[in-house]
């Protein structure tokens, strides 16, 4: 295969992922992989699993057209360009496809150019926005900011970041958001923040991300100082959408490739995975304005009298009430929820899942242990 047949057929095959990479009309898509892929790299990738296997299970799946040493060189040049995942295993590093958003997009921080940030952009407005935001389990969550849980509330400590990051040992790790770097590449500078490091990075992630040369490794106290730091700048806390997250992004309304297309969307609370929503005394209001300016959904209604909370795009962040000067914002919990899944396997399987169905699902799985690929 050469040319767009060739990059047809990646789309087809990142598309078979948990996370889709569906076809548009314009073919947006084909150019983002242009931009990510060689050929020769794409021919590569498309002898990978969704589930990152040994070097040796794909070496025999390339019915060893280059020797094991030239495929792990180039794997290995593919992993640092961040197009495909590399992961640590017991019996050396395991390689697989990367799913656009969490995976390749994040990967191109520090690299990113103006045209490829207008291709994903584009993308996200004509089909993966849509497709990110879907019927499945999201990849992150909203959890409040720790000062704008109600006390009377026991809160899991997925839900508590605070909570979260004061019982881990560590390493902490912060890395610059590529949502802003893409807007201030195309001259859209965050209207939230200054701050360019705020994606917060935890454990086995952290210290990925720090010998990759990406990351900045910090202290425990500097990380709970992200966190306060949030707060005061009115950013929307989105850990990943497990009990033990990985990261945590630092999100605004005028960058958030997730936010910025939820909001357009009528009722954007229905593709968050949240617990909590904003309620309003409005016997306590001083009508000030303040909750409708910390908004980053367009959450807060009434332009005269007290502020009025739309349920249908409250995304409990918890940012209105931590500003409120009368405390008339409030965080009220919603009707208990299963928790989340334990960690990223089990997240994306359940992804999986929920879009194939059990059988295939464990056809998939059952697949990989015999050198099958999905």
């Known amino acids: 295969m050469e040319g767009d047949e060739l990059y047809r057929a990646l789309q ?29 790299e794409a021919r590569l990738a498309l002898r990978l699993s969704a589930i990152p296997e ?9 019915h060893r057209q280059m020797s094991r040493e030239q495929l792990g060189k180039a794997l290995d040049h593919m992993a640092e360009k961040g197009s495909i995942q590399k992961l640590p295993g017991d019996k050396g590093p395991r390689y697989g496809k990367s799913p656009l958003v969490l995976g390749m997009y994040e990967a191109q921080v520090d690299r990113l150019t103006p045209e490829l940030e207008r291709d994903v952009r584009a993308y996200f407005e004509v089909a993966f926005g849509r497709e990110l935001l879907g019927p499945r389990t999201p990849q992150m969550r ?12 026991a809160v899991a400590r997925y839900d508590h970041i605070r909570r979260y990051v004061e019982a881990m040992p560590g390493p902490f790790a912060v890395i610059p958001c590529v949502c802003r770097q893409g807007r201030a590449l195309t001259g859209q500078p965050c209207k939230q923040t200054a701050e360019p490091r705020n994606c917060l990075m935890f454990g086995g992630a952290a210290t990925m991300m720090i010998k990759k040369g990406i990351a900045r490794p910090v202290s425990k106290e500097e990380m709970l100082g992200f966190l306060e730091q949030a707060d005061r700048q009115g950013l929307v806390l989105e850990p990943q959408n497990t009990l033990n997250p990985l990261f945590v992004c630092c999100c605004c309304g005028c960058c958030c490739g997730v936010l910025t297309t939820a909001k357009k969307l009528p009722k954007p609370a229905e593709f968050f995975q949240a617990d909590f929503l904003a309620v309003v005394d409005q016997d306590k209001c001083q009508v000030c304005g303040t909750c409708a300016t910390r908004c980053q959904m367009d959450a807060i209604a009434g332009e005269e009298g007290p502020p009025v909370v739309v349920e249908e795009r409250c995304i409990g962040c918890g940012l209105c009430v931590t500003t409120c000067p009368s405390e008339a914002m409030s965080l009220r919990k919603k009707e208990r929820r299963p928790p989340p899944p334990k960690d990223t396997r089990a997240l994306y399987l359940k992804i999986f899942k929920e879009r194939y169905g059990p059988l295939r699902s464990a056809a998939a799985v059952a697949g990989h242990f015999v050198g099958r690929k999905f």
């Open 12 to 40: 087809r095959h990142l598309d078979r992922m948990p996370v889709p990479f569906p076809a548009t009309k314009s073919g947006v898509e084909i150019r983002i992989l242009k931009q990510l892929f060689t050929p020769d």
């Open 54 to 62: 040994a070097l040796g299970t794909i070496h025999r799946r390339t």
């Open 142 to 153: 909203t959890v409040p900011v720790h000062k704008s849980i109600p006390v009377e509330h």
